[in-house]
């Protein structure tokens, strides 16, 4: 492989790292503060490319893509974060206290039925999106072409990435997260009310992990399989950056995707 072949590949990592950098960041925070291992949080990222294609097809082809194109898939995502707290509400607040191996069945129950419900809901047929208003060609970089939306994919990463540590590190929801990364008891001693800690925690993880689907719609169809593949990926990436380690993840991220480029 010649140069330019080689840094058009590193993009193509950089620009596929965005998407996973959201997933893996949603599953850690998620366990850093519920302590569960979210087996479905794959489920997530599909149901936000299905909400994301359902909500452009329906809504955004009738409305002018040129200006809904973008709220619809923040709209997919932070509908895939309300069903996220609806699932935490219901299912997930009593399982906390269960055994680990209770707890990752119970999340694998739910894998079995998202994807099922998307089944009755979107059909087997792989879903292909538009391409995005204003980012649907391609510039040239060393004598290859390279699509424009991936270069703003790359950018999509780290500004997440800064959008997070401010979240963090500069309000108080953020300060509450990070004690009950660090000691839950210590939290509920303090008045915290946790159950609704938990479920905003579990709905921003799920947002994020929407929203890693839904920015994928116009790269790669939706279909049934992007769950279990997602959710390996994920949890790869959380291990390999350390466990609620948010700038790990996204370092991770970068690795495991530049290596699977590799590899393509």
């Not at 390999?240 to 948010?246: E, P, R």
Request: glycine content about 12%.
């Amino acid at each position: 492989m010649d140069f330019s072949g080689l840094v058009v590949q590193g993009l193509n990592g950089l620009a596929g790292a965005s998407s996973l950098f959201l997933v893996a960041a949603g599953l850690s925070l998620i366990f850093g503060v519920t302590r569960i291992v979210n087996f479905a949080h794959g489920s997530f990222f599909m149901v936000g490319i299905y909400l994301a294609y359902t909500l452009i097809e329906h809504w955004g082809r009738s409305w002018g893509l040129a200006w809904s194109f973008w709220p619809l898939l923040l709209l997919a995502a932070l509908a895939t974060g309300v069903l996220g707290a609806v699932v935490e509400i219901l299912i997930l607040r009593r399982i906390y206290k269960a055994p680990e191996l209770f707890q990752l069945l119970g999340t694998f129950a739910l894998v079995l039925i998202i994807k099922d419900a998307a089944l009755w809901i979107w059909g087997p047929e792989d879903l292909l999106g538009p391409r995005v208003p204003g980012l649907a060609g391609s510039v040239d970089i060393l004598g290859r072409r390279f699509p424009s939306y991936d270069l703003f994919l790359i950018v999509v990463g780290p500004c997440v990435l800064g959008m997070l540590w401010l979240l963090l590190t500069r309000t108080r929801f953020g300060t509450l997260i990070r004690a009950a990364t660090q000691d839950r008891e210590m939290v509920g001693a303090l008045g915290i009310h946790q159950s609704w800690l938990f479920t905003a925690v579990f709905a921003l993880g799920c947002f994020l992990a929407g929203l890693g689907g839904a920015i994928q719609l116009p790269r790669e169809p939706a279909n049934l399989g992007l769950d279990m593949l997602t959710i390996g990926d994920a949890f790869v990436v959380v291990v390999v950056g350390g466990m609620g380690s948010i700038p790990g993840a996204y370092v991770a991220a970068l690795i495991i995707a530049e290596i699977g480029r590799a590899h393509v």
